[in-house]
């Protein structure tokens, strides 16, 4: 039977609150019987007992009116008389109804008789006229009769009795309402006692019953809580607890069917994923948070032989990514920045030999929808083909131009000899066409020269001549070899470099040949009247030079591309081979630099060259090697 939760609480409720009833009800009985009989003893016994005093006290006067009379006091004795009389019948009449006790009723039939016969010898006695001397004889009695006191010797002696009796029953009676009510005590004791026990032994069933079942429920909820879903509550009633145990085996019944489910589309998930990154021709690493391979694809086992630690073959402490790659590594995996290098002077080489395989890597952060970093992805981009090609093709173009230089030079003379009119006089067109051939040529030639630097910067064919060098002394140096054309075109060229600035540790003339080609370009792309500024800035232990112009500026989407070789931004009507920028990149990163260009179209753009500051030589100076050069070493 369905017995629900309200009805066992109002089940242990109820008797409680009946017992208490009943223990009440108990105790008004008792009490009510004890006011009872000590009532019926007071009413009874009492009053019999004030008869008795009265009758006594009429009887008493009765007697005396005798005595007036025999001292000749007549009138005051008979009045007396008559008059006591009435009390004395009134209170015997009383007592006569009042009869309570056995034996009270002899007794009183006895003080009725002895009462009628005192009564008839007083009359007797106030018959006779006043001061007759039988009167004595009526009132004292004689051998041959009794008197008049002896009369009321035996009236006094019963009413004295019917007294006693009385007074004995009302004296017993209270040692009985005494008794009565001691025992009543202890049975209400008992019961109070006997209540408390059953009341004591219903809570506690009560909230046993109701406690238990919820306990369960609490630590199954906990074990689940804490990933144990394999929990059971056993319905042990079948009230609201039972039916939440019911749901709560049905909850878990349905989380563990979740789970499995889940288990089953994560492990597919997990599959198609691993099968996604073995398919892979590159190498592939997930690293978890800790810095542990999570997974890896069989190009990532070959080349690094990492393995992810879920292989079961206990990763021995954490992989150790290649030297290039463990700051860019813990960087993502603090989830700062991603590192996503693109030229091939990022690339690391791997293998046995440390030759084998050139990969350029990529490691991007693992972030939880909650932007929480969950780990890091490592592509390593396997770049070898790419790279042999790019350095076939700087050899050819390197070749090529060289090969270009020496021929072109001499048309370029030769174009100039016949300028100078030294082999003979030209007429208008000739001057005219070979004034065009010179300025191709002039192209052609900066070009090839432009070409040449860059081959041999890529291929580190040129050494560079690292000195330290006040940042003063080269962005002057830059502005000056410009200045004349600046002032030619209208153009302000200003050096800001505030005092105490580190040396650069660089090869002065690569640099200058940088800032020639920035400042070159901030010249061409700025507008008559507008300026170009060269400054310089510490940074840690880097030098960041700044060329910025107030000129055209670059569209957002081209600022990417603005240091790849050959690129120029599409619809510029101004000369260009697209090389220079490409030099100025070059330049830096063989000073393990780096450079960055901010721009705003129609506003004007900023080439920042970050480069590596001269080491501070306390043998010289105490403070860093002065910008100003007086602490700067000289070569
Ligand atoms: P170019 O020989 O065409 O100047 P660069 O490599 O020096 O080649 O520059 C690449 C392109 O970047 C240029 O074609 C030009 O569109 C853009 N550029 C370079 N510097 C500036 C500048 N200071 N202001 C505006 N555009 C510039």
């Given at each position: 039977?369905?017995?629900?939760?309200r009805?066992r609480?109002?089940?242990?409720?109820?008797?409680?609150l009946?017992?208490?009833a009943?223990?009440?009800?108990?105790?008004?009985?008792?009490?009510y019987r004890?006011?009872g009989?000590?009532?019926?003893?007071?009413r009874?016994?009492?009053?019999?007992?004030?008869?008795?005093?009265r009758?006594?006290?009429?009887?008493?006067?009765?007697?005396s009116?005798?005595?007036?009379?025999?001292?000749?006091?007549e009138d005051?004795?008979r009045?007396?008389?008559?008059?006591?009389?009435?009390?004395?019948?009134?209170?015997?009449?009383l007592?006569?109804?009042?009869?309570?006790?056995?034996?009270?009723?002899?007794?009183?039939?006895?003080?009725?008789q002895l009462?009628q016969?005192?009564?008839?010898?007083?009359?007797?006695?106030?018959a006779?006229p006043?001061?007759?001397?039988?009167?004595?004889?009526?009132?004292?009695g004689?051998?041959?009769?009794?008197?008049?006191?002896?009369?009321?010797?035996e009236?006094?002696?019963?009413?004295?009795?019917?007294?006693?009796?009385?007074?004995?029953?009302m004296?017993?009676?209270?040692?009985e309402?005494?008794?009565?009510?001691?025992?009543?005590?202890?049975?209400f004791?008992?019961?109070?006692?006997?209540?408390?026990?059953?009341?004591?032994?219903?809570?506690?069933?009560?909230?046993?019953t109701i406690?238990?079942?919820i306990?369960?429920?609490?630590s199954?909820a906990?074990?689940?809580?804490?990933?144990?879903?394999?929990?059971?509550?056993?319905?042990?009633?079948?009230d609201e607890?039972?039916?939440?145990?019911?749901a709560?085996?049905?909850?878990?019944?349905?989380?563990?069917d979740?789970?499995?489910s889940?288990s089953?589309q994560?492990?597919?998930?997990?599959?198609?994923?691993?099968?996604?990154?073995?398919s892979?021709p590159?190498?592939?690493?997930v690293?978890?948070?800790?810095?542990?391979?999570e997974?890896a694809?069989?190009a990532?086992?070959?080349?690094?032989?990492?393995?992810?630690?879920q292989?079961g073959?206990?990763?021995?402490?954490?992989?150790?990514?290649?030297?290039?790659l463990r700051?860019?590594?813990?960087?993502?995996?603090?989830?700062?920045?991603?590192?996503?290098?693109e030229?091939f002077?990022?690339v690391?080489?791997l293998?046995?030999n440390?030759?084998?395989?050139?990969?350029l890597?990529?490691?991007m952060?693992?972030r939880?929808?909650?932007?929480?970093t969950?780990?890091?992805?490592v592509?390593?981009?396997?770049?070898?083909?790419l790279?042999?090609?790019?350095?076939v093709?700087?050899?050819?173009?390197?070749?090529?131009?060289h090969?270009?230089?020496?021929p072109?030079t001499?048309?370029?003379l030769?174009v100039?000899l016949l300028l100078?009119?030294?082999v003979g006089?030209?007429s208008?067109?000739?001057?005219?066409?070979?004034?065009?051939?010179?300025e191709n040529?002039?192209r052609?030639?900066?070009?090839?020269n432009?070409l040449?630097?860059?081959?041999r910067?890529?291929q580190?064919?040129?050494?560079l001549?690292?000195?330290?060098?006040?940042?003063?002394?080269?962005?002057?140096?830059?502005?000056?070899?410009?200045?004349?054309?600046?002032?030619?075109m209208?153009?302000?060229?200003?050096v800001?470099?505030?005092?105490?600035?580190p040396?650069?540790?660089?090869?002065?003339?690569?640099?200058?040949?940088?800032?020639?080609?920035?400042?070159d370009?901030?010249?061409?792309?700025?507008e008559r009247?507008?300026?170009?500024?060269?400054s310089?800035?510490?940074?840690?232990e880097?030098?960041?030079?700044t060329?910025?112009?107030t000129?055209?500026?670059?569209?957002?989407e081209?600022?990417p591309?603005v240091?790849?070789?050959?690129?120029?931004?599409?619809?510029q009507?101004?000369?260009g081979?697209?090389?220079?920028?490409?030099?100025?990149?070059?330049?830096?990163?063989?000073?393990?630099?780096?450079?960055?260009c901010e721009?705003?179209?129609?506003e004007?753009?900023?080439?920042?060259l970050?480069?590596?500051?001269?080491?501070?030589d306390?043998?010289v100076n105490?403070?860093?090697?002065?910008?100003?050069g007086t602490?700067?070493?000289?070569h």
């Amino acid at each position: 039977m369905k017995i629900s939760l309200r009805w066992r609480i109002l089940a242990t409720l109820v008797p409680l609150l009946l017992l208490l009833a009943i223990q009440g009800a108990g105790g008004a009985i008792l009490l009510y019987r004890l006011s009872g009989h000590i009532d019926a003893i007071l009413r009874e016994n009492y009053r019999s007992v004030v008869y008795m005093e009265r009758l006594n006290e009429a009887l008493e006067r009765i007697d005396s009116s005798f005595k007036f009379a025999l001292a000749d006091r007549e009138d005051q004795g008979r009045k007396q008389y008559e008059a006591n009389w009435v009390a004395f019948d009134e209170n015997l009449r009383l007592e006569q109804e009042n009869i309570t006790l056995p034996g009270e009723a002899d007794l009183v039939d006895q003080l009725a008789q002895l009462s009628q016969a005192y009564r008839k010898q007083g009359k007797a006695f106030y018959a006779r006229p006043s001061g007759d001397s039988e009167r004595k004889h009526d009132y004292f009695g004689g051998k041959d009769r009794p008197g008049l006191l002896d009369r009321f010797n035996e009236i006094k002696e019963v009413s004295a009795q019917i007294l006693r009796i009385n007074q004995q029953n009302m004296g017993d009676a209270s040692q009985e309402a005494k008794d009565t009510a001691a025992a009543s005590l202890s049975w209400f004791a008992l019961g109070m006692a006997a209540t408390v026990l059953l009341a004591g032994l219903l809570t506690w069933h009560t909230v046993y019953t109701i406690l238990h079942p919820i306990r369960a429920v609490t630590s199954s909820a906990l074990g689940i809580s804490a990933g144990n879903l394999d929990q059971l509550v056993p319905a042990v009633s079948n009230d609201e607890l039972g039916q939440l145990a019911i749901a709560f085996n049905l909850m878990a019944r349905h989380l563990r069917d979740f789970r499995q489910s889940q288990s089953h589309q994560l492990l597919r998930a997990q599959r198609t994923s691993q099968a996604t990154i073995d398919s892979f021709p590159d190498a592939v690493l997930v690293i978890d948070a800790e810095g542990e391979v999570e997974m890896a694809n069989p190009a990532a086992r070959r080349l690094l032989g990492a393995i992810p630690k879920q292989q079961g073959q206990a990763a021995a402490g954490l992989w150790q990514p290649p030297e290039p790659l463990r700051q860019p590594l813990a960087d993502a995996l603090q989830g700062s920045t991603d590192y996503l290098p693109e030229g091939f002077d990022r690339v690391i080489l791997l293998g046995p030999n440390g030759q084998e395989c050139a990969v350029l890597p990529r490691i991007m952060t693992i972030r939880d929808p909650y932007g929480h970093t969950l780990g890091a992805a490592v592509v390593l981009h396997d770049v070898t083909r790419l790279r042999l090609l790019d350095q076939v093709k700087s050899n050819l173009v390197a070749t090529a131009s060289h090969e270009l230089k020496t021929p072109l030079t001499s048309v370029r003379l030769a174009v100039h000899l016949l300028l100078e009119e030294t082999v003979g006089p030209l007429s208008p067109k000739q001057t005219e066409l070979l004034i065009d051939a010179r300025e191709n040529c002039e192209r052609l030639l900066a070009m090839v020269n432009n070409l040449l630097d860059l081959a041999r910067l890529e291929q580190g064919w040129q050494q560079l001549a690292i000195q330290p060098e006040a940042p003063t002394t080269l962005l002057q140096a830059a502005a000056d070899a410009i200045r004349p054309r600046a002032d030619d075109m209208g153009i302000d060229i200003a050096v800001e470099v505030p005092s105490g600035l580190p040396a650069l540790s660089v090869d002065t003339e690569r640099i200058k040949h940088a800032l020639g080609n920035l400042l070159d370009n901030a010249l061409t792309y700025t507008e008559r009247g507008g300026r170009v500024t060269l400054s310089a800035a510490a940074d840690g232990e880097a030098v960041v030079l700044t060329v910025a112009d107030t000129g055209c500026g670059i569209p957002p989407e081209y600022l990417p591309h603005v240091f790849d070789k050959f690129f120029r931004v599409p619809g510029q009507s101004r000369g260009g081979t697209g090389l220079g920028l490409a030099i100025v990149h070059e330049v830096v990163v063989a000073h393990t630099g780096s450079v960055s260009c901010e721009s705003r179209p129609g506003e004007g753009t900023a080439f920042r060259l970050r480069l590596p500051a001269a080491p501070v030589d306390p043998a010289v100076n105490d403070g860093p090697t002065q910008a100003d050069g007086t602490g700067v070493p000289q070569h």
